[in-house]
């Protein structure tokens, strides 16, 4: 029998093919969906659970991705994906591709990308039966989305699990900037183009009149009964405002658990993919609690 030499690059892309696919696992069952949104076709995933039965009535589980790479492929998605099935929580996960060019309109949704969600939810129950209410979780940006959207919209929100962001805006109004602190009047603070020296440079495009307008908006009404997981590294630059988020949900009414896992914002090694792997794990292990009532 003859062999024939295959050249190192070739294997390396063989290789790295066969692990992203044993990583991404349920990718494959990913289907592509577009909607229409001011004018825009815009595009989002739909990942179905194992054996799905069209009968049957499901969560959609909403996961905003972060500033960058894709909902399909992100660690926390597939992750997501993963404890999604390993946990048998009857939940549909939804992915938007939500924009990244223009950072602001995703992790301020009243911009326009909560218009996006809501589409999209609208045109996915119109093809599968679903509860009235979703689960919501995202990552960084993700996280900031995910956390804004929940307090401006709680009738709509089973539960919300945001995690690292790297602002917050409180029930009462206020804004969490990492490595800063809270700002009681953040329409005020960011109108001043003095202030961006006090904020990391990687912030100071916060410093905009459209984000002025609306980070510090208030909770809506009813915002009590919407629970929260809120979650970041302990090494993470953003913990200390993770932490005093939390706190202010608290005091604001809301049902909220914490967990802090040995995590910096990125850096994700194969030697601390276990702590990473905690926000999924635990975010889905959240839902199933918040759920089982209504199923």
């Not at 003859?2 to 990718?27: D, H, K, N, Q």
């Not at 589409?119 to 996280?143: C, D, F, H, N, W």
């Not at 961006?196 to 208030?218: I, M, Q, T, W, Y």
């Amino acid at each position: 029998m003859r062999y024939r030499s295959i050249p190192a690059v070739a294997v390396m892309l063989l290789v790295t093919a066969w692990v992203g696919a044993s990583a991404l696992g349920a990718e494959d069952r990913l289907l592509t969906r577009t909607v229409e949104v001011g004018g825009d076709e815009r595009t989002y995933h739909v990942g179905l659970p194992e054996g799905f039965d069209p009968d049957a009535t499901y969560w959609p589980l909403v996961f905003a991705h972060g500033g960058g790479g894709r909902p399909q492929t992100n660690f926390h998605s597939v992750s997501l994906r993963r404890q999604v099935a390993e946990q048998s929580l009857p939940a549909i996960v939804v992915l938007p591709e939500f924009v990244t060019a223009d950072k602001q309109v995703s992790r301020f949704p009243a911009l326009g990308e909560d218009a996006f969600l809501k589409a999209v939810l609208e045109q996915v129950r119109g093809e599968y039966r679903l509860q009235p209410k979703i689960l919501l979780t995202g990552y960084s940006m993700g996280g900031q989305f995910s956390h804004r959207f929940a307090l401006l919209n709680p009738e709509l929100v089973q539960a919300c699990a945001a995690f690292a962001a790297g602002t917050w805006t409180t029930p009462d109004g206020r804004l969490l900037i990492e490595q800063f602190g809270a700002v009681a009047d953040p329409d005020v603070f960011l109108r001043d183009r003095e202030n961006v020296a006090k904020v990391p440079a990687r912030l100071s495009d916060l410093f905009d009149e459209r984000v002025a307008g609306v980070a510090g908006r208030r909770a809506a009404a009813g915002v009590e009964r919407v629970p929260f997981l809120v979650m970041c590294g302990a090494l993470d630059t953003r913990h200390e405002i993770a932490v005093e988020f939390a706190k202010s949900l608290l005091e604001a009414g809301v049902d909220v658990e914490t967990e802090w896992p040995e995590t910096a914002h990125g850096g994700r090694r194969p030697e601390n993919e276990g702590e990473f792997a905690k926000y999924a794990e635990r975010a889905v292990r959240f839902f199933r609690a918040h759920t089982e009532e209504r199923q």
